[in-house]
C-alpha cells in the first residue's frame, strides 16, 4: 500500500511542469470563456488527462501528449469506453446526491450534497472502479464480479491514499475561502489561486488512479508488470 502512495507522489512530482501547464490552460479558458457549467466543460478534459495516468501506472508510459505512442505491448490509445465508464461512475453518484439535497434548502442543501456526494462516490469508485483500467488494458477477460470482490480492499486503499489527501486540500480551500471571496473576479491572484487549486486536485486523482490500477493488477490470473515509467 505505501508502495502506490509513494509511486503516486513521485509521478505528481516528476510531472509537476506539465500539470501546472494543463492545470493553467483549463483556468484560462474557464476564465475566459465562462461557462454556464465548469464541471460539465472540465469532464472530457480531465478525464482523458485521468486515461494517460492509467496508461502510466498500468504500462509505465511516459506521461504527456507530444509526439506519444504505445510502450511495448500496451494497447494503443482508445478513449471511447473508458470515457463513458467515467462518466457513469461519476454521474451516478451525484444524480443520487442531487435528489437527496433536493429535500433541504440554502446552505443546508449545500451541505447535504457534499456529505452525500463523497460517499457515495467511494462506494461507487470501490464496487467498479477497476472497470477503468480494465477499459484502458482493453482487456476482455475482465469480469465486474472480479473487481467487486475486491471491493473492500479497495475501499480502504482510497479512504487512507485520495481520500485524506482530499480531505487535507479541502479544509486548505475552506480556510482560504474568506480571503479569495474578497477578491474582484477579474484579479489575476484569483487566476493564480484557482491554477495551483486544479494543480493541487490532480494529486488525489492520481492516487485514486494508482489504487484502481493495482487492485485491477490483483484480479489478473497473470500479474500486470508494474510500471513506474517517468515523466515526458
Request: charged fraction near 10%; aromatic fraction near 12%.
Amino acid at each position: 500500500m505505501i508502495r502506490i502512495y509513494r509511486e503516486s507522489f513521485r509521478f505528481f512530482a516528476a510531472t509537476l511542469p506539465i500539470l501546472l501547464g494543463f492545470a493553467g490552460l483549463i483556468e484560462g479558458l474557464l476564465w475566459v470563456l465562462q461557462p454556464k457549467s465548469e464541471a460539465g466543460a472540465t469532464f472530457a478534459a480531465l478525464a482523458i488527462m485521468a486515461y494517460y495516468f492509467h496508461r502510466h501506472f498500468l504500462f509505465a508510459e511516459t506521461f504527456g501528449f507530444r509526439n506519444q505512442q504505445p510502450a511495448e505491448g500496451a494497447p494503443p490509445f482508445k478513449f471511447g469506453c473508458f470515457l463513458l465508464i467515467s462518466f457513469l461512475t461519476v454521474s451516478v453518484p451525484v444524480g443520487i446526491a442531487v435528489v437527496i439535497a433536493l429535500n433541504a434548502t440554502g446552505e443546508l442543501a449545500l451541505g447535504v450534497l457534499m456529505l452525500t456526494l463523497f460517499p457515495l462516490y467511494l462506494v461507487a469508485l470501490s464496487l467498479f472502479g477497476t472497470a477503468l483500467p480494465a477499459s484502458v488494458a482493453r482487456d476482455g477477460t475482465y469480469r465486474l464480479s472480479q473487481g467487486l470482490r475486491a471491493t473492500f480492499q479497495t475501499m480502504w486503499r482510497l479512504v487512507l491514499g485520495p481520500g485524506v489527501v482530499g480531505l487535507v486540500l479541502l479544509v486548505l480551500v475552506v480556510l482560504c475561502s474568506r480571503w479569495i471571496e474578497a477578491l474582484p473576479d477579474d484579479s489575476l491572484i484569483l487566476l493564480a489561486y484557482f491554477t495551483v487549486g486544479r494543480l493541487m486536485g490532480f494529486l488525489p486523482t492520481i492516487l485514486a488512479v494508482a489504487v484502481l490500477c493495482e487492485m485491477y493488477r490483483r484480479t489478473r490470473p497473470v500479474p500486470l508488470t508494474q510500471g513506474t515509467g517517468a515523466a515526458a
